[in-house]
Nanobody
Framework: QVHLVESGGGSVQSGGSLRLSCTVF????????TAWFRQAPGKEREGVAAIDGNGSTTYADSVKGRFTISQDKLEITLYLQMDSLKPEDTAMYYCAADRNWWGLRPMYTYWGQGTQVTVSS
């Protein structure tokens, strides 16, 4: 069983930066694909960034050039570096994992509890 725990959320002013972390517990030799999603009040959950087993990354158009997804070499911790934050980035951010590659589609099996990011203007 895989268990995900996010951290690093908080409040920041527009133009600021935050770094989210997601620790994957229950890791085994089986590779899991991971991604970040976010959900704002009254909106659907949307994919933000995903990383595959070869280190290739995929980003939503709304965050390209501002957000960077990465993993440590043991693939135990997933990161999301968020720069040039905007008020519209305000949302609950979730990390997700699955043995299958889903890209930015919310089809992942395992989800964290979420961490809140609030960007003020």
């Amino acid at each position: 069983q895989v268990h995900l725990v996010e951290s690093g959320g908080g409040s920041v002013q527009s133009g600021g930066s935050l770094r989210l972390s997601c620790t994957v517990f229950g890791y085994s030799y089986i590779r899991y694909y991971t991604a970040w999603f976010r959900q704002a009040p009254g909106k659907e959950r949307e994919g933000v960034a995903a990383i595959d087993g070869n280190g290739s990354t995929t980003y939503a158009d709304s965050v390209k050039g501002r957000f960077t997804i990465s993993q440590d070499k043991l693939e135990i911790t997933l990161y999301l570096q968020m720069d040039s934050l905007k008020p519209e980035d305000t949302a609950m951010y979730y990390c997700a994992a699955d043995r299958n590659w889903w890209g930015l589609r919310p089809m992942y099996t395992y989800w964290g509890q979420g961490t809140q990011v609030t960007v003020s203007s």
